[in-house]
C-alpha cells in the first residue's frame, strides 16, 4: 500500500513538545517514568519514546494521563493542535505502531509493490509521482521512512507475512527500466524466503474480489485482527470484528484466485528475463 503518511521525523518538532510536557507535567506530579506507567499498564521505555518524542502520544491515553495528572486537558489539546501540514493521520499513525508488533500481515496490494517490499530507488519513483508534488526534502524522509519500516522483516523472529500483488502494479515500470528490474530482483528474493508468501493475482481474471481496492490485514501480539485501508481522502484502521471479518474473507478468496507462490516466482522470473 502507498502509504504518503509523513512519518520519519518530519513531525519530529510536534511530537517533541508534546513528549516534553508529558514530562513536565509527570516530573511535577512526582512520578518517575516507570511509576507513572505502572498506573496505565504501560511500559518504562514507551513512556520515554514518548516523552523524547520518538513514539506518538495517542488521544486516548493523553485524556487520561489529563485527568490523572491533573492537567486539565493540556496534553490532548496540544495533541489536537499539532499542525495538520506536520501531522501523521492519527490512524495511520496506529497502525504503524500496530505493524511495527504485529505477528502476522496479510497485504492486497493493485498498483504499488507493497511498502514493505520496496527497494530505496522504487520507493522514490512512488513518492515523485505524487500530485501534488513533494520537494526533494519531504521525498527523502518518506523514503527513509518507508525503508525503516521494512525493519520488521528481519527481526528475531518476523511476523507471518502474505502478500497478493495484482500483476499491474509488476508491470508498471515506474522509475525506469533500472528500477523496475532492480524492484522486481528483489521481489524475488522475498519470493524465497521462509514465512513470506508472495502471490501474483494475475491479468485477464474473470472474477476478482478485491475490486474495492487494497487493504492490509494484521493481527497483534494479543491476538486481536485489525485492518487498514486508504482512500486518496484518508486512512482508517478497523478494529470492528464484523468488518475485519468481511475483509478477512475477502482476502482468502484472493488468494485463490491467485497464483500460487510457485507459480508467482515463475512470472517474476519470466519478467526478469525480459531484461
Known amino acids: 500500500m502507498s502509504t504518503t503518511t509523513r512519518r520519519s521525523r518530519r513531525n519530529a518538532s510536534a511530537m517533541k513538545m508534546v513528549g516534553a510536557l508529558l514530562a513536565l507535567f509527570r516530573e511535577a506530579a512526582g512520578y518517575t517514568q516507570k511509576s507513572l506507567g505502572e ?3 504501560v511500559g518504562e521505555q514507551q513512556i520515554a519514546s514518548i516523552e523524547q518524542g520518538r513514539r506518538p502520544l495517542k488521544p486516548d491515553l493523553a485524556e487520561q494521563f489529563d485527568e490523572f495528572l491533573g492537567t486539565k486537558g493540556a496534553l490532548a489539546t496540544a495533541l489536537s493542535r499539532m499542525p495538520e501540514v506536520d501531522l501523521v493521520p492519527l490512524w495511520a499513525e496506529e497502525y504503524l505502531d500496530r505493524e511495527r508488533e504485529a505477528i502476522a500481515i496479510s497485504w492486497y496490494e493493485v498498483l504499488v509493490v507493497p511498502g514493505l517490499l520496496q527497494t530505496e530507488a522504487y520507493a522514490r519513483a512512488v513518492f515523485r509521482s505524487r500530485v501534488p508534488v513533494y520537494d526533494e526534502d519531504e521525498i527523502e524522509q518518506l523514503v527513509a521512512a518507508r525503508i525503516e519500516r521494512q525493519e520488521i522483516l528481519h527481526r528475531k523472529v518476523p511476523p507471518t507475512m ?3 500483488v495484482w500483476e499491474a ?40 474480489a478485491g475490486l474495492a481496492g487494497p487493504f492490509i490485514l494484521l493481527e497483534t501480539p494479543e491476538y486481536q485482527r485489525l485492518a487498514y485501508s486508504e482512500t486518496p481522502r484518508g486512512s482508517q484502521l478497523i478494529a470492528d470484528p464484523d468488518e475485519v471479518a468481511i475483509l478477512t474473507q475477502k482476502y482468502a478468496m484472493l488468494r485463490t484466485q491467485a497464483l500460487n507462490t510457485e507459480d508467482s516466482r515463475d512470472l517474476l522470473d519470466r519478467l526478469l528475463g525480459e531484461q
Not at 508491470?171 to 530482483?185: A, H, I, K
Not at 524475488?188 to 524466503?193: E, G, N, S, V
Open 169 to 208: 502494479a509488476l508491470r508498471d515500470r515506474l522509475g525506469g527500466d533500472e528500477v523496475y528490474f532492480e524492484q522486481l530482483g528483489h521481489l524475488r528474493t522475498y519470493a524465497d524466503l521462509p514465512g513470506i508468501a508472495l502471490q501474483v493475482l494475475p491479468l485477464g481474471r474473470t472474477s476478482h
Open 162 to 164: 502474505s502478500f497478493v
Open 39 to 41: 498506573q496505565f499498564v
